[in-house]
Each structure stands twice: as structure tokens, then as C-alpha cells.
Nanobody
């Protein structure tokens, strides 16, 4: 089975940083575009960032300049470095493979004022 497992979430003060990780088992992530999504209570799930198999990245306007998506294909890992965090970033963050429609279980990020 294909499995994506996120880690690295937690509680942080506004202005702080977190680095989220997504570990992929039984998948060669270099073949696929990968993405980070997030969902806050009462909100719809929204796209945060994508990275394709050539390393090209795209970001939601709300996180541009603050978040960086990256991948390590040899380690089968996907990362989201989050800097200058704001309370509005509070959400459950999900790793996603859109080609296979495969989601991770999510990791909670809470940013206090």
C-alpha cells in the first residue's frame, strides 16, 4: 500500500517557524507532483504549495515568501518549511499526491497570537 505520513506540527508563537515532513512509503516520489494542503476549522481544505518532478514550485498567495516546499527523492521525503508564521496559518496540514489521489493523515499546526 502507498502511505504518506506527516510529522513536525505543533504549537508555535506568531513569527516562529516549523518544518513539516511527509514520509512516503512504497512510492517513488520523483515520478509525481506533490502538494501540501491545509484545512482550518470551519474552512474548506486549501492548496498551500506544489512541487513537480522537475522541482518547479508554486505557492498560494497567502504563503508566498514565507513557506518553502522541497523534496528529497532519495529519502522519499517531502518538506514544508514555514517561517514567519501567523495565527491565520493555524490548520491541519496534509501531504498529498494528486496523481494517485493519496492523502496523509495530517499534522496539526497551531500559531498563537
Amino acid at each position: 500500500q502507498v502511505q504518506l505520513v506527516e510529522s513536525g506540527g505543533g504549537l508555535v508563537q506568531a513569527g516562529g517557524s516549523l518544518n513539516l515532513s511527509c514520509a512516503a512509503s512504497r512510492i517513488t516520489i520523483s515520478l509525481y507532483t506533490m502538494a501540501w494542503y491545509r484545512q482550518a476549522p470551519g474552512n474548506q481544505r486549501e492548496l498551500v504549495a506544489t512541487i513537480d518532478n522537475s522541482g518547479r514550485t508554486n505557492y498560494a498567495d497567502s504563503v508566498k515568501g514565507r513557506f518553502t516546499i522541497s523534496r528529497d527523492n532519495a529519502k522519499k521525503m517531502l518538506y514544508l518549511q514555514m517561517n514567519s508564521l501567523k495565527p491565520e496559518d493555524t490548520a491541519v496540514y496534509y501531504c498529498y499526491n494528486p496523481t494517485l489521489s493519496s492523502w496523509g493523515q495530517g499534522t496539526q499546526v497551531t500559531v498563537s497570537s
